[in-house]
T-cell receptor
Framework: KAGVTQTPRYLIKTRGQQVTLSCSPI?????VSWYQQTPGQGLQFLFE???????NKGNFPGRFSGRQFSNSRSEMNVSTLELGDSALYLC?????????????FGPGTRLLVL | AQSVTQLGSHVSVSEGALVLLRCNYS??????LFWYVQYPNQGLQLLLK??????LVKGINGFEAEFKKSETSFHLTKPSAHMSDAAEYFC???????????FGTGTRLTIIP
């Protein structure tokens, strides 16, 4: 079974631009979560989508948004990029068995904002 | 609120020596605890997890962790470090009824030849 895939793997943007990152979850997984990883802050939760609905949201400004499509693929958008948005963005898809959740992470998209 | 603290952002051990990475959690309800490893330029991999039952949990690559409720700890250990263990390690916590993981800031493990 294919794992979580993220595209692109690397991206360079300049301040003020916007960017869209894509995540394809494992087949059959309906939950997709996004995380930002930076050296200073570690891993921080951005948001989670389940069946095309945002179910949880972390403490990030409105410049960060996302959506999920009917095939469970998810996109994350960051508008008006700032230097501090340079980070590794990780996507994870989840499967639930009762109350037990198992997350599978993708390789990440490394974003550099100049 | 639930949180997790990893003591030591950088840890160096000699090849063949004991690896000990520390993780303490704060949770008002019984936690589920995880250790993830991230190799350079790769995504996160689940090393091991504790949910219920046996408090000593064995994971992949020879790692294990012990849930100690009295100490609110979930330290990760490996008896003998290998060069391939060099990576960043993240401790994470969640709990029944919650969907999301709360991560620690990570510990970068360096193995000295």
């Amino acid at each position: 079974k294919a794992g979580v895939t993220q595209t692109p793997r690397y991206l360079i943007k300049t301040r003020g631009q916007q960017v869209t990152l894509s995540c394809s979850p494992i087949s059959g997984h309906r939950s997709v979560s996004w995380y930002q990883q930076t050296p200073g802050q570690g891993l921080q939760f951005l948001f989670e989508y389940f069946s095309e609905t945002q179910r949880n949201k972390g403490n990030f400004p409105g410049r960060f948004s996302g959506r999920q499509f009917s095939n469970s693929r998810s996109e994350m958008n960051v508008s008006t990029l700032e230097l501090g948005d340079s980070a590794l963005y990780l996507c994870a898809s989840s499967v639930y068995r009762g109350t037990q959740e198992t997350q599978y992470f993708g390789p990440g998209t490394r974003l550099l904002v100049l | 609120a639930q949180s997790v603290t990893q003591l030591g952002s950088h840890v160096s051990v000699s090849e063949g020596a004991l690896v000990l990475l520390r993780c303490n959690y704060s949770s008002s309800v019984p936690p589920y605890l995880f250790w993830y490893v991230q190799y350079p330029n790769q995504g996160l991999q689940l090393l091991l997890k504790y949910t219920t039952g046996a408090t000593l949990v064995k994971g992949i690559n020879g790692f294990e962790a012990e849930f100690k409720k009295s100490e609110t700890s979930f330290h990760l250990t490996k008896p003998s470090a290998h060069m391939s263990d060099a990576a960043e390690y993240f401790c994470a916590v969640t709990w029944v009824g919650n969907e999301k993981l709360t991560f620690g800031t990570g510990t970068r493990l360096t193995i000295i030849p």
